[in-house]
């Protein structure tokens, strides 16, 4: 019986040291699978949180972007606005200084000069209208009768100076002082135009 005790005894030695063997395994096991669920987790709640953290990123530099924008655009315009004040002005002052030309007695030799600069380009001859304002009528009626040409006046010329037209030749020719100064004006605003 004794040998029967001893050998329960290394039995049970063996059991349990198999039943150890395999609850270390099923634990390490268990181990590795919490370690790979916890791993997982992790991870997921990386994309989760970092995807959400990526998107508030993204959000606040356009939101940035567009600030950014706005003030640029604002200080642009703050910029034209005064350039655009500085040249009306500038013009305003070259509007009068045309006015003060056109009441100086130097004003009918330019008118003079503009009849015999037409003159040269296309005789001017009574198929002709010449076109003036109605403070220069006299004046252009007497320069213009010399060629037989008719003289009205038209309430588009505003500065001075004189529109010829001859309708049979399909010609026209515009020699007002408006017309200069909108051309300048024009190409002073090309020249140094600001692009918002």
Do not use: W
Request: charge should be negative; hydrophobic fraction near 40%; include cysteine.
């Amino acid at each position: 019986m004794a040998d029967l005790v001893t050998k329960l005894g290394q039995l049970e030695k063996r059991i349990k040291a198999a039943a150890e063997a395999d609850a270390k395994n099923i634990l390490a096991d268990a181990e590795k699978r919490a370690e790979a669920m916890i791993n997982e987790e992790n991870e997921r709640s990386e994309k989760e949180h970092g995807g959400a953290l990526d998107v508030k990123v993204s959000k606040y530099r356009g939101a940035e972007r567009k600030r950014v924008s706005e003030k640029k655009y604002a200080a642009d315009r703050k910029v034209l606005l005064h350039r655009n004040e500085l040249v009306d002005g500038l013009f305003g002052e070259i509007r009068k200084e045309i006015g003060e030309f056109t009441a100086s007695g130097d004003y009918a030799a330019h008118l003079e000069k503009c009849v015999k600069a037409a003159d040269s380009r296309e005789k001017l001859d009574a198929t002709a209208t010449v076109y003036c304002r109605k403070a220069d009528l006299d004046t252009v009626g007497k320069l213009a009768g010399q060629y037989g040409a008719a003289v009205e006046t038209d309430r588009n010329i505003v500065l001075g100076g004189l529109i010829f037209k001859y309708p049979e030749k399909g010609i026209y020719i515009d020699l007002t002082l408006d017309t200069a100064f909108e051309s300048e004006r024009g190409a002073f605003a090309a020249r140094s135009e600001m692009q918002l």
